[in-house]
């Protein structure tokens, strides 16, 4: 079993910046990627951005280049995606997600491990 706890989700006005933060604990072996998404109300859930874990191949969608990181610290199976100049647009749900992952990271259906979410707010 894996366990992902996120924290690092809040408030910000646009412009501002956000570090999210997924703590991944138990059984990781089976996980090559992992991830964040987001969902918005009256959204589809889309990928943000993700990370396997091998080779530290980064990806992201096409909306947050630029302006999103993602980064992993390994040895304390922890992902990072921290958030900079912030738009109202990037207002949803936040969820990190593992999973043993193919070349299509933003397929959600492929990660098996999700976190409980974490809202991020921007105001203008």
């Known amino acids: 079993q894996v366990q992902l706890v996120e924290s690092g989700g809040g408030s910000v006005q646009a412009g501002g910046s956000l570090r999210l933060s997924c703590v991944a604990s138990?059984?990781?072996?089976?996980?090559?990627?992992m991830g964040w998404f987001r969902q918005a109300p009256g959204k589809e859930r889309e990928g943000v951005a993700a990370?396997?874990?091998?080779?530290?191949?980064?990806y992201y969608a096409n909306s947050v280049k630029g302006r999103f990181t993602i980064s992993q610290d390994n040895a304390e199976n922890t992902v990072y995606l921290q958030m900079d100049s912030l738009k109202p647009e990037d207002t949803a749900m936040y969820y990190c997600?593992?999973?043993?992952?193919?070349?299509?990271?933003?397929?959600?259906?492929?990660?098996?491990?999700w976190g409980q979410g974490t809202q991020v707010t921007v105001s203008s």
């Open positions: 138990g059984y990781t072996y089976s996980s090559n990627c």
């Open positions: 997600a593992a999973g043993l992952v193919g070349p299509n990271w933003s397929i959600d259906a492929d990660f098996g491990y």
């Open positions: 990370i396997y874990t091998g080779g530290s191949s980064t």
